[in-house]
């Protein structure tokens, strides 16, 4: 049992200094890098920005459209996440208990809803500015 863990101590201390190693050199390229991928993800955002702001034809819109662009690309993951997880309760963990597969049915109910939610309301909001506001 001492073995065991003296082995284990030794394993987490070794552990530990090869993360403050690389830590010490990750931090040394981070730095030499971190500038420059900031300035070109801030320069790319500006320009990604000013094109739907131009498309729209006013600031507000365009961050609304903008937005809902990225609500529309981030929601896809969630909601295949979440409809794998009410998967698994509806027909992993329901087979046995009822209770359960009726959460599993409700989640995937709900993720689909809003995945679909999702994916029109950046359709919905293009049709009427453009196509009411002229």
Known sequence: MLKKVVIILLIVLAI?????????????????????????????TKGK?????EKYGSTPYGLVAYGLNGLRIYSIPFCF???????????????RKLDVRDKGF?????FVTILLICQVLPLVFAIVVNGWRG
């Not at 690389?22 to 070109?40: C, K, V, W, Y």
């Not at 920005?49 to 702001?53: C, M, N, R, S, V």
């Not at 409700?106 to 709900?110: A, K, M, S, W």
């Open 16 to 44: 530990l200094s090869f993360t403050s190693v690389f830590a010490t050199t990750a931090d040394e390229i981070l730095n030499s890098r971190q500038s420059t991928e900031l300035l070109e993800l801030k320069e790319s």
């Open 49 to 53: 920005l000013a094109e739907y702001i």
């Open 81 to 95: 996440i979440g409809i794998a997880i009410g998967s698994i309760y509806q027909y992993v963990i329901g087979i």
């Open 106 to 110: 409700n989640l995937i109910i709900t």
